[in-house]
């Protein structure tokens, strides 16, 4: 390990090194490597964990009789809603247990919010001149395509360790009636790990804002995902937001994604009843019901909320290891070098990198060539563009550990060839 910051190097060691750097990339790229860390997906061992669901529900009615097999139900089953209700600290009838992915129930309440508007709106946000949503940044890669799929300006704050800064989305909104919302990760968030904290949620609760309609996309995708034994709880927003007068703000999504199965669990939306009342309303012009023989074996699978912790602390021995693998190898290969920071998270799926600003994209390119897929630089802001080319994120739970081993030390190299080349000019 070379502990000596690059940029202290004399113009000589710089040229060595950088030599030194392009044959050992030169000796990567024979290798040919083909590892992926580019989505945030569970493992087939942590699928596995599941599989007593594939035998399940033992019968086809709940525990109140309903035959799971037919319609009707649009809010979903009344236990399996407790049992969320309990988990992400809500009421159970603050909470619609859905389909099986809860970015589809975020883009369902966009949608509804454009064509019709919300319970506090004063007409549908597609009458309104300009939308525009202000957005923590580095943040989820979806929210943004969505948004701007719908055609909604972005406004950008920085995401910190105890969320997104409360005073600038205070200031923004303050003032400005076209900002009608907001995205929050609020636990573990992707790609940070950062978990809004008391303070910065009872802000976000309180601040006036200018629009009567503003919405708190409040996206709770790893309130249960802890990397470690002190598992963060998050702020209870809907209280938060009815004693500051604004019941209606937060929309609460949450899902078994990376619980159960990814592609096959089940989806929550949580919110003021008013607000539930008018997601079923138009959800109700779509659908008949949900898929409640999905709902019916996630009940009997977990059991209670208990149930639910318990299955995540053997998710968590299954990728904790390889976040600590990350954690090892960035620090013995970068420590000291002063070309990259990056978080060890605490829970989530994500390890945020920064690199030495203006090489970002160019880690991303040499580690794809050496066969080591990345996420694309900037995806972690809107429009992918990463205003100073310094973020890749990280996600180390799909490949196996020796893998991880693999694709970081692979990584570290382009991180230090990328950097030598860059301060070399
Ligand atoms: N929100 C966040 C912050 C995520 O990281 C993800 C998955 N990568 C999702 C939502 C997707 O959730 P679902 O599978 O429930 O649609």
New binding site residues.
Partial sequence: MNAQPLADLSPDDLAALLDEKRAAYEDLKTRGLKLDLT??KPSAEQLDLSDALLRLPSGTRDSSGTDVRNYGGLAGLTELRAMFAELLWVEPEQVVAGG?????MMRDCLVDLMLFGGVDSERPWSQEETVRFVCPVPG?D??FTLLESLGVEMLTVPMRKDGPDAEAVAALVADDPTIKGMWV?PTY??PTGATVSQEVAARLAAMPAAAPDFKIFW?N??ALHHLTEEEAKSADILSLAAAAGHPHRPIM?A?T??ITF?GA?V?FLAASTDNVAWYLDHLGKGSIGPDKVNQLRHVEFFGSARGVRDHMVRHREIIAPKFAEVDRVLTERLGGLGVATWNNPQGG?FVNLDVLPGTASRVVELAGEAGVALTPAGSSFPLKQDPDDTNIRLAPTMPPLDEVTEAMEAVATCVVLAAAEKLAG
């Fill in positions: 989505r945030g099986n992915s809860s970015l589809s989820y979806r929210h990760v968030a992707n996206d995708a790893y999504f899902s994604s990376k990814a669990g989806a799926y």
